[in-house]
């Protein structure tokens, strides 16, 4: 018994091969695709696209452009129900894809940044750094508001009341006359043509 369904398997195995390899296809037919090869473009101008067209059917690579010029359309007619494609949506994916990926490395590389920094201060820190600020007493209402104003190193002295001086502070109130000026304004009218 055994050794029969051994034989009928392998026959049944050797005629599915022989039934499944054989060819089907005339000599003459070719696949539907190379129709895309001999497609002559039609251009419709109120869309802007170019449509391969063969046999009054659509097949191969199509595309428009907006107003401006950018292409807003690339797809792919197969010639076979359902094997159509659209390029412009894949390439939009897989730009996403790169950006998603590079985007993640240089996170990924600035949080690695982070940590060396904070690993650095950590490291560089001592017990000078722990010391306790003493507070300093305030004498009035005034004297917190000081303790937010920046020290100045610049001297500064302030004018005499004697001397007479302008309304606008750092012009004396003798200006030099125009035509006193050594270097000639770059906003003056240029000079007559002889």
Known sequence: M???????????????????CRQ???KNDY???????NARYQYNPLTREMQPVVDNQTIGR??????????????????????????????KVKLDK???????????????????????RESN???QSQQVVEAV?????NADMDAFI?????????????APSSDIPGIPLDAPAEGAMEEPSPFAPLPALP
Request: no cysteine; charged share 30%; proline share 5%.
């Open 137 to 141: 007493p305030e004498e009035d209402g």
């Open 31 to 37: 696949p539907v695709i190379y129709n895309a090869w």
């Open 98 to 120: 790169k950006r998603d990926r590079q985007w993640e490395d240089e996170r990924e590389a600035r949080i690695s940044q982070i940590r060396e920094q904070i690993a650095l």
């Open 150 to 162: 920046p020290m100045s190193t610049i001297e500064f002295t302030l004018p005499d009341a004697t």
């Open 125 to 127: 820190e001592t017990d």
């Open 2 to 20: 055994p050794k029969l369904i051994r034989q009928w398997l392998f026959l049944s195995f050797v005629g599915l091969t022989i039934l499944g």
């Open 24 to 26: 089907t296809a005339k």
């Open 62 to 91: 199509a595309w428009s452009r907006d107003e401006f010029g950018r292409l807003n359309s690339m797809y792919f007619f197969s010639g076979v129900n359902g094997r159509d494609e659209d390029l412009l949506h894949t390439h």
